[in-house]
């Protein structure tokens, strides 16, 4: 399978923990995108990097969230000190440079904070 | 903030029957795609559009960007059931912010 790959699927976490999701993207694609969806809503961007740089973040990315894609391969995104609130489908896409707007979107990584 | 609305934002209609659903913008946009997504998946891309006034078919499926490419429009021939889920319509500025911007989305369920 050579499309976006991420993990888990599912996290339940007590608020105040931290969780970390990762997801791999399709392996010729140099931009990456972090996005979230509450259900019933478009996603929200999160975050994009273009290679190992992260080129924008969202004002709806608090202190609490970071993201990395060291080596401009594979992509983290950690949440800590979780609240309810975050609670949403984290999604990964990627895409080519010269394609910007054709996101490939993987699976994405549901968070349930109780 | 581009924001694009999408109308309705729930559709249910009988399997054969045709519908339209709309993407609404004050915003212009280099380009605009359409996704659909389904329960417990990411969105996947339908179409590009990217010049005032194109028109593309997929299959039973038109899509219209709008002259002033601030608007578009997704027609659906003869639904089936299979064309269940939720529809997205996303926008790229026209001012070379790279992120791409998603609508609100509608859910539409075709019933046999």
């Known amino acids: 399978d050579t499309g976006v790959s991420q993990d888990p699927r599912h996290k339940i976490t007590k608020r105040g923990q931290n969780v970390t999701f990762r997801c791999d993207p399709i392996?010729?694609?140099?931009?990456l995108y972090w996005y979230r969806q509450t259900l019933g809503q478009g996603p929200e961007f999160l975050t994009y990097?273009?290679?190992?740089?992260?080129?924008?973040k969202s004002r709806l990315l608090s202190d609490r969230f970071s993201a990395e894609r060291p080596k401009g391969s594979f992509s983290t995104l950690e949440i800590q000190r979780t609240e309810q609130g975050d609670s949403a489908m984290y999604l990964c896409?990627?895409?080519?440079?010269?394609?910007?707007?054709?996101?490939?979107f993987g699976e994405g990584s549901r968070l349930t904070v109780l | 903030t581009q924001l694009l609305e999408q109308s309705p934002q729930f559709l249910s209609i009988q399997e054969g029957e045709n519908l339209t659903v709309y993407c609404n913008s004050s915003?212009?946009?280099?380009?605009l795609q359409w996704y659909r997504q389904e329960p417990g998946e990411g969105p996947v891309l339908l179409v590009t559009v990217v010049t005032g006034g194109e028109v593309k078919k997929l299959k039973r499926l038109t899509f219209q960007f709008g002259d002033a490419r601030k608007d578009s429009s997704l027609h659906i021939t003869a639904a089936q059931t299979g064309d269940t889920g939720l529809y997205l319509c996303?926008?790229?500025?026209?001012?070379?912010?790279?992120?791409?911007?998603f609508g609100t989305g509608t859910r539409l369920t075709i019933i046999p």
């Open positions: 996303a926008g790229l500025s026209n001012f070379g912010n790279e992120k791409l911007t």
């Open positions: 915003s212009v946009f280099s380009s």
């Open positions: 392996s010729e694609h140099n931009r």
């Open positions: 990097f273009q290679n190992e740089a992260q080129l924008e």
């Open positions: 896409a990627s895409s080519l440079d010269r394609k910007i707007g054709e996101l490939f």
